[in-house]
């Protein structure tokens, strides 16, 4: 299934995995890649710029196909050497970056001049207007649906991508909600070009997660998520437990950034990703866990997104056609 | 294009009308049916049920194509008859009649006695699974993009579509978010047999509402809208102007049902409907409306629908399968 984004990209199929902290590792990304579609390392999952360039290194040795690199620019408490990171993934010959967070405004030059293809992720279409702007080859556009940073706007998909696709004159993917094959057909029946999938591709085989994890995400819902920190207008799609539950209570009375930040630090996830305890911390996931129900790996499930949207096209939505 | 939906109701094509509050008379009904989707009357926008026996014969006599009477369960100050409204839609030989807000299992006997087809509107799987169990015919669910009582929920139809036709074995409506051929075929996609559209006809030349309120509509963007109620769990998607929001303050500040109450009265939107004063009350829309640039009549709009679809089905989607 090939379009504007595969043909971008190089990739066989319009898939493309989420750039997810602390599980963006090599073992995921290789296998992502390595079944067709675009795996993504997450720059700040490694702790240092050196890091990256060793885990670029190992990446490398695990798949030759295209993949990319998220780099997120957020609000932090200590600074992070953003430019190191960048100079680390255009040395190491990365081809594609997807870009999340901030406007990337002041690493573009730098991306454009070693020709690197550059994915902008965002939660609005005014967003998606301004990346295109400063040069971005692609947007990323996150519905309200999507697991982590939501933004504050509140559109799902359904409107989200065909208002930014109608806005937009560089390819636009799909991204939160999405996990199968009737999602790849709806969004390229709203325009999109490719989707993305977070969630789905955490609850693989090689996804560096417990297994912990992954079974809750088979097991809960899409009611089992709680949106934190709308109070700082820095909402965030989680897993709905005890803790996070409390965070919400905590806004509610009007706690502010010092007393809610030691709870819900990004450390949390990482903890929880890495240890299994469901119920010991915060951790992102999207409402698309409702229609997760299997872990397999990244190639069986790949395969079957593709041959489920062809199926549905050619014995399905033909057939309606009469 | 025919689905379990069409057969099952008779109609042309898998689009059906909104049942909406002060809107849905005969008018916008009867240029609905006889563009061959399915109209359908709100038998509470009528004062009493004689006024509802005059305005189905009213509409009788402007279409003999099928239609539907919406009747809506909901908690009022003021107790409704709602024996005699149902005893009227019986009465009267409507074939097809879409129930709204509280259980409606009281009412099913005398329905399917009649023979009559239900569809209940609800905004969870959980809702739908127990509307199927009492015996409905279909169940039409309504994603968080809707207007109106969004349900306490937050899934979007992307997520909820799907994952409500996973687990009924009626066939299912998705509603919420959808205006275009686009919105059809991601539905048709996603396992609906059908789509809803409420605040697209609202914005219709026959749809009995203000020509101010229409432009509104059409000139206002998917984040023009308000969600009030949640407070006291009867969220509401509503315009958003500075009436709503001050709606949202009182909440915020703690105000009770009695404070609230007098100034998000029903007929506030009757008022702004028939008034066309758009920042003068509370009305109903969904966040579809940034999708809608236009003002055609209902006959235009199902065509270009249906349209749209088939084509995006024929020189998108297959062509994307090689």
Same mark, same amino acid.
Do not use: W
């Given at each position: 299934m090939q379009t504007a984004i595969t043909r971008l990209l190089g990739i066989t199929h319009p898939i493309i995995q989420g750039g997810m902290q602390w599980v963006g590792r090599a073992e995921l990304t290789a296998a992502v890649s *390595?079944?067709?579609?675009?795996?993504i390392l997450t720059a700040l999952? /490694?702790?240092t710029p050196e890091a990256l360039h060793d885990e670029i290194n190992r990446l490398r040795? #695990?798949? +030759?196909k295209p993949f990319g690199v998220n780099l997120t620019f957020l609000p932090t408490l200590k600074p992070i050497p953003y430019e190191a990171y960048r100079d680390v993934i255009i040395d190491s010959g990365v081809r594609i970056v997807e870009t999340a967070g901030n406007n990337?405004?002041?690493? #573009?030059p730098a991306f454009k001049q070693a020709g690197i293809k550059v994915i902008?992720?965002? =939660?609005?279409?005014r967003h998606a207007l301004k990346a295109q702007d400063i040069g971005v080859d692609a947007v990323s556009? +996150?519905?309200?649906?999507c697991a982590g940073h939501v933004g504050e706007e509140d559109i799902p998909g359904l409107v989200l991508i065909p208002a930014a696709v109608a806005k937009l004159k560089i390819p636009v993917i799909a991204s939160g909600g999405f996990g199968d094959g009737r999602g790849l057909v709806a969004a390229l029946a709203l325009g999109a070009e490719a989707i993305n999938m977070g969630t789905r591709f955490m609850c693989t085989i090689e996804a560096p997660v417990h297994h912990n994890i992954k079974q809750a995400i088979v097991e /809960?819902?899409?009611? +089992? =998520?709680?949106?934190?920190?709308?109070?700082?207008? *820095?909402?965030?799609?989680?897993?709905? *437990?005890a803790l996070a539950l409390s965070v919400i209570e905590m806004e509610k009375s009007g706690a502010t950034i010092a007393e809610i930040g030691p709870k819900v630090a990004g450390v949390k996830g990482r903890g929880v990703y890495e240890g299994g305890d469901v119920e010991g911390g915060i951790w992102t996931v999207g409402q698309v866990q409702g229609l997760i129900h299997d872990i397999p790996t990244c190639e069986v499930l790949v395969a079957r997104i593709v041959q489920e949207a062809e199926y549905i096209i050619r014995e399905r939505l033909v057939r309606l056609c009469g």
């Open positions: *390595n079944a067709g579609a675009l795996g999952t /490694q702790p040795s #695990m798949t +030759d990337p405004s002041a690493h #573009m902008h992720k965002c =939660t609005t279409v556009i +996150d519905g309200f649906e /809960q819902g899409e009611h +089992d =998520t709680s949106l934190i920190l709308r109070s700082l207008r *820095n909402s965030s799609r989680v897993y709905k *437990n």
